[in-house]
């Protein structure tokens, strides 16, 4: 760590210097909060550097600390991630942003081979929509630049050194309350305003929405260990009530929020997708519905955008283009709703999945490499997904919150087009710890389930790609564990065939999801090895390296499938059709064309849901030919590799995990 940032700036006054002082003493007096710490005569110094940059930094802007803290929290929870940008071109602990080199070369449902819609019973969708041009960056993603003009630090400390990142938000923090007209007072309460506008947020509910987040954070407290090893507390201040009028002060729009489905916790915005017919009887961006009297709604999808907020905005309402139901913007979580959830939108590549979905689009534009994401946006998706979970009763796991990498491709010729966001830097424990539904041992050791549960920050496998294919990845924590075909980790990885038909070997690269599980993930043990545990994975004994003394999975309880003891081997399917004799005159037959690989005897798979073959007929804007069809077969959802998958029931029995 450099020296203080504090260096550049003139000779500070006699109050300032007292104000260092206490702040530096106060910051000693939080370390014994730390339930996990050593007494203070053990704590290295090295280990502290981060609270005494945060006092230090309070003290010269004249910032309460308490302030400073809550706000580099819901930034970055003090991460300071080796320097690496976030998916939104944002550094440091106060996650400074400097998109200008970051944008990506094309927004995510234009690139690769993926039919976003994937329906059989219409011509492929891939969009050859390029990137709008960025008629100038927003305010909000270019605050380094603005830092370094307050502070005199170089932009490129600003992005590297934790402590000079801490004073730019600082500086920025006591410039913003001195904009408003508010004095740098003491007093946390009379900030509200300026943490308002720090968000960057342009409208009134949004940059409240954020402002409530970080007072909340202040008065509940937080503490913990950084992914820099760094021990960071705020002391819990449950009394205090901030001065909420100052927003009104502050020249923020409004928005339309009438139509919306959100919680009340968040700042949601009615961007509508059109549903427009255009060139020779074909239409976009979605399908009209009724769901979910029409049928249910099972999973929720969580992609990343791979384009600016304002690029987003501008594709969604393109009828040529493909449409989610919501995008969630990264520097202050705010969420734009732009198809109703009775409707079907066009988004995950899978007709099945998209029909009985939700899409929700992350703001993520950093094309190299993808890193992380921020605490607002993480928070406000949780708060999303959790009202849209308790609406249509759908399950808080990971069988049902999927990840676009985990969708199955629909045909063989499908796989490897699909896309893989939000890939492997995503922290699902850290969105399941916000969702309620934290990833534990639900059984005892050396049970017959294991769920996959690394530590974020301790896991870090490598990976090549993100800047340059072939090229190696900033190594930073990861949800994703790598698999083997032996318990050694100069042993190849295991084999996708539907990636790789030719049988070539799995890679490291960013994108190849056919050797890694992630984190929430569940699969049957297939052996065990000293440190190293077994599953059945794409029809094949996979190994992960899993020792007792930092364990990546933890025990599992829960139902498998496996073959009928008649039959040696069974198909897996990529979408859960009815029988032909389920379709009604008027509707092609779909289809129902197994994928390329096998579940064999004696292999077990997590079973995440059991559901009815059905298809939804859709194929025009005019929406009278459109039927849901039922069948009779059965399928059970199970986590088959990465990816989920179907089998049906017929063809399987269903035992407890440890029969």
Known sequence: MRGSPTDRRPAVGRRRVQRTALAAASAALLLPLLGAAPPDSAVQPSATRLQDAFASAAAEYDVPQS???????????????????????????????????????????????????????????????????????????????RAAGLTGIPAEELRTDAAANVAGGAALLSAAQRDLGEPLSDDPADWYGAVARFSGADDSATAAAYANDVFEVIREGEQRVTDAGQRVALTAEPGLSPDTGQLARAGLRTTAADGTECPRTVAC?????????????????????????????????????????????????????????????????????????????????????????????HEGFLASPDAWYTEAMYRTSARLVTYLAKKYRIPLDRQHILGHDTVPGTTTATIPGMHTDPGPYWDWQHYFTLLGRPFKATASPKGGLVTIAPDFAENRPGFTGCVKKGEPCAVHGSSAVRLYTRADESAPLVQDI?????????????????????????????????????????????????PKAQPTAVSASGLVVTPRKDLSEIPVYGRAYPEAGAYPAGVPVQSVSPLPYKLLKGQRYVIGDKVPGEYFYAPTFDTTPHRVVNGKDQYFEIQFGHRVAYVRAANVAVLPAGA
């Open 498 to 546: 539907g990636l790789r038909p030719d049988g070539s070997p799995s890679t490291i690269d960013v994108n190849d999801v056919g050797s890694r599980v992630s984190t929430g993930q569940q699969y049957a043990v297939a052996d065990r090895k000293g440190d190293w545990t077994a599953i059945w994975y794409l029809g094949q004994k996979a190994w992960f390296r899993n």
């Open 269 to 361: 915005e009615w961007i509508p997708a059109p549903y427009e017919e255009f060139g020779d009887g074909d239409y976009g961006n979605h399908d009209l519905a009724d769901r979910p009297a029409s049928q249910s709604i099972k999973y929720i999808v969580i992609h990343d955008t791979e384009a600016t907020w304002d690029t987003t905005l501008k594709l969604v309402q393109d009828p040529t283009y493909v449409s989610w139901h919501y995008s969630l913007r990264s520097t202050d979580g705010h969420i734009a709703q732009h198809v109703k959830t009775k409707d079907v939108a066009w988004h995950a590549g899978n007709w099945y999945v998209n029909a009985k979905s939700i899409g929700l689009e």
């Open 67 to 145: 302030v400073l803290l809550g706000v580099s929290y819901l930034q970055s929870r003090w991460d300071a991630h080796g320097g690496a940008p976030s998916v939104s071109g944002g550094y440091g602990p106060m996650h400074l942003t400097d998109a200008r080199t970051a944008l990506a070369e094309a927004p995510h449902h234009s690139a690769g081979t993926e039919d976003a819609r994937g329906d059989d019973s219409r011509a492929a969708l891939r969009p050859e929509t390029g990137l709008p041009k960025e008629s100038g960056l927003p305010a909000r993603l270019r605050t380094l630049t």
